[in-house]
């Protein structure tokens, strides 16, 4: 702390100002000098840079084709898929398993990595600052056009062609195994979704428990998770999971008086106890939560929301059409039993639905 000439004190280290403008504290440093890479100096360091680059593309390549390799060259249809104890079927899935992992994890190194390593090595890497502006007139478009097509140049692609070329064909069939993944999304034979195990005389049981449901044991408001007695005759190695897949049933039992029944549906239901899938319609997500009160299924998924009292017509969300409805009966046990087969393909909707209906109720009549 000082004082001025007539006493005053000031304050030590302060920055002079000029009226209102106060001088800049720092200069401005500005950009370091740039340092060229060895492959900017040298073209044998450029050329073998170029050469790594395309052995990395050429790996995704090869990546993609060992995925296909073990997709569609692996066979495992004729072993157990899900009994992995079997010598066979456990080495045929492990190779498969191996083959479609490592194809896809080669198939994205190699291009990801590639692409990392040209720009660090080949694309120029000088500094540029430019200022932020809006881009509005037709001078500022052209100049914009100019800034993407320097890019362009720098980026060797037009020196460079065998670059370019590997690129391209590594950026084609990197995707192709996801495509190929669809596959697996669905059978190809969708007459598979025309029947379950459901059939006449078979009767309805717990999930998992298996024991079969009296109607006098299913009480206003209730709610039963419900497969065909005959699932328990089917191995998990004979495709027990898609048989259950298709055949599992929401049991419920409403007021007769609150539920609007079609005339053709009327001997569907034992005293108000209705089945109906508990596959969605829109995506195949279970539908699994039952509002007592509204009497609405929620599927958890994506919102769809079916009302009971209308034969589970869609009130809300994407699903397009109503669950399928089991027609159910009792035996001289008191046992509910199905009366047939859904009259529709259960799940998701498909192109070919409407023949399968029109098929299917056809051979109920």
Same mark, same amino acid.
């Not at 007139?137 to 370019?164: C, F, H, M, N, V």
């Not at 717990?206 to 419900?226: C, E, M, N, Q």
């Not at 053709?264 to 969605?280: H, L, M, P, T």
């Not at 909707?349 to 009549?365: C, D, F, I, K, L």
């Given at each position: 702390?000082?004082?001025?000439?007539?006493?005053t004190?000031?304050?030590?280290?302060?920055?002079?100002?000029?009226?209102?403008?106060?001088?800049?504290?720092?200069?401005?440093?500005?950009?370091?000098?740039? $340092? &060229?890479? =060895?492959?900017?100096?040298?073209?044998? /360091? %450029?050329?073998? +840079?170029?050469?790594?680059? @395309?052995? *990395?593309?050429?790996?995704?390549?090869?990546?993609?084709?060992?995925?296909?390799?073990?997709?569609?060259?692996?066979?495992?249809?004729?072993?157990?898929?899900y009994?992995?104890?079997?010598?066979?079927?456990?080495?045929?899935?492990?190779?498969?398993?191996?083959?479609?992992?490592?194809?896809?994890?080669?198939?994205?190194?190699?291009?990801?990595?590639?692409?990392?390593?040209?720009?660090?090595?080949?694309?120029?890497?000088?500094?540029?600052?430019?200022?932020?502006?809006?881009?509005r007139?037709?001078?500022?478009?052209?100049?914009?056009?100019?800034?993407?097509?320097?890019?362009?140049?720098?980026?060797?692609?037009?020196? $460079? &062609?065998? =670059?370019?070329?590997?690129?391209?064909? /590594? %950026?084609?069939? +990197?995707?192709?195994?996801? @495509?190929? *993944?669809?596959?697996?999304?669905?059978?190809?034979?969708?007459?598979?979704?025309?029947h379950?195990?459901?059939?006449?005389?078979?009767?309805?049981?717990?999930?998992?428990?298996?024991?079969?449901?009296?109607?006098?044991?299913?009480?206003?408001?209730?709610?039963?998770?419900?497969?065909?007695?005959?699932?328990?005759?089917?191995?998990?190695?004979?495709?027990?999971?898609?048989?259950?897949?298709?055949?599992?049933?929401?049991?419920?039992?409403?007021?007769?008086?609150?539920?609007?029944?079609?005339?053709?549906?009327?001997?569907?239901?034992?005293?108000?106890?209705?089945?109906?899938?508990?596959?969605?319609?829109?995506v195949?997500? &279970?539908?699994?939560?039952?509002?007592?009160?509204?009497?609405?299924?929620?599927?958890?998924?994506?919102?769809?929301?079916?009302?009971?009292?209308?034969?589970c017509?869609?009130i809300?969300?994407?699903?397009?059409?109503?669950?399928?409805?089991?027609?159910?009966?009792?035996?001289?046990?008191?046992?509910?039993?199905?009366?047939?087969?859904?009259?529709?393909?259960?799940?998701p909707?498909?192109?070919?639905?409407?023949?399968?209906?029109?098929?299917?109720?056809?051979?109920?009549?």
């Open positions: 702390m000082g004082s001025h000439s007539d006493g004190p000031h304050q030590s280290g302060t920055v002079a100002t000029t009226g209102t403008t106060e001088m800049e504290r720092f200069p401005d440093p500005g950009l370091p000098p740039h $340092r &060229p890479r =060895l492959t900017d100096i040298d073209e044998k /360091a %450029a050329k073998r +840079a170029e050469r790594q680059v @395309v052995l *990395l593309f050429l790996i995704s390549v090869l990546g993609s084709v060992l995925f296909f390799v073990g997709y569609f060259g692996i066979q495992i249809d004729g072993a157990p898929k009994d992995v104890t079997d010598p066979s079927g456990s080495r045929a899935l492990q190779v498969q398993n191996l083959l479609l992992g490592l194809g896809i994890a080669l198939g994205m190194f190699g291009i990801g990595i590639g692409v990392v390593h040209w720009a660090r090595t080949l694309m120029p890497d000088h500094e540029l600052v430019e200022s932020r502006h809006a881009v007139t037709e001078e500022q478009r052209a100049d914009a056009q100019e800034i993407l097509t320097t890019i362009y140049d720098e980026s060797g692609i037009k020196r $460079r &062609p065998l =670059l370019r070329n590997t690129l391209i064909g /590594a %950026a084609v069939v +990197a995707p192709l195994p996801f @495509v190929g *993944l669809l596959k697996d999304l669905g059978p190809t034979d969708l007459d598979v979704l025309k379950t195990l459901w059939d006449e005389g078979v009767r309805l049981v717990r999930d998992p428990s298996g024991t079969p449901i009296k109607a006098s044991d299913v009480t206003l408001g209730s709610t039963f998770h419900v497969v065909p007695e005959n699932l328990a005759q089917i191995g998990h190695n004979e495709g027990y999971l898609d048989e259950k897949a298709k055949a599992v049933v929401l049991l419920m039992r409403l007021d007769p008086d609150s539920v609007n029944v079609s005339p053709e549906r009327q001997d569907w239901n034992v005293d108000g106890i209705f089945a109906y899938s508990k596959v969605c319609t829109h195949g997500c &279970p539908v699994a939560l039952y509002e007592q009160q509204t009497h609405h299924l929620l599927c958890p998924c994506h919102q769809s929301t079916f009302d009971l009292t209308n034969e017509e869609v809300f969300g994407p699903a397009a059409r109503p669950l399928p409805q089991l027609p159910i009966t009792v035996d001289a046990e008191g046992y509910l039993v199905a009366r047939g087969d859904f009259t529709e393909p259960v799940g909707t498909y192109s070919q639905r409407g023949t399968h209906v029109e098929e299917m109720q056809g051979e109920a009549n």
